[in-house]
Nanobody
Framework: QVQLVESGGGLVQAGGSLRLSCAASGRTFSSAAMGWFRQAPGKGREFVAVISWAGGTTYYTDSVKGRFTISRDNAKNTVYLQMNSLKPEDTAVYYC?????????????????WGQGTQVTVSS
């Protein structure tokens, strides 16, 4: 059974940092693109960042460029999202997602596996 388990969310003041982790089990994703998405109350699921299978290519939504960094450790089957200079508008449930292919996608419907989500709340 494939599982993606996120951790590292919480409550932080504006300007602070959090590091999210997503540990995969049940299969290896070392040859697949993996991404982070978020969903704020009353809004749809939004692309945040994606990383290629080897980690050499990354993309970010404009609102987080320069503040967030996605990375992965294939030996640990884990992907990370380092979030710095957090803003209240970053408040959302953050989801880790994995594809079954190497091709990078920004559309959440192109992802095959999802974690349960972790809440990130940024106070002003």
């Amino acid at each position: 059974q494939v599982q993606l388990v996120e951790s590292g969310g919480g409550l932080v003041q504006a300007g602070g940092s959090l590091r999210l982790s997503c540990a995969a089990s049940g299969r290896t994703f070392s040859s697949a693109a993996m991404g982070w998405f978020r969903q704020a109350p009353g809004k749809g699921r939004e692309f945040v960042a994606v990383i290629s299978w080897a980690g050499g290519t990354t993309y970010y939504t404009d609102s987080v460029k320069g503040r967030f960094t996605i990375s992965r450790d294939n030996a640990k089957n884990t992907v990370y999202l380092q979030m710095n200079s957090l803003k209240p508008e970053d408040t959302a449930v953050y989801y880790c997602a994995a594809r079954t292919t190497w091709r990078i996608e920004f559309n959440p419907y192109e992802y095959d596996f999802w974690g349960q989500g972790t809440q990130v709340t940024v106070s002003s």
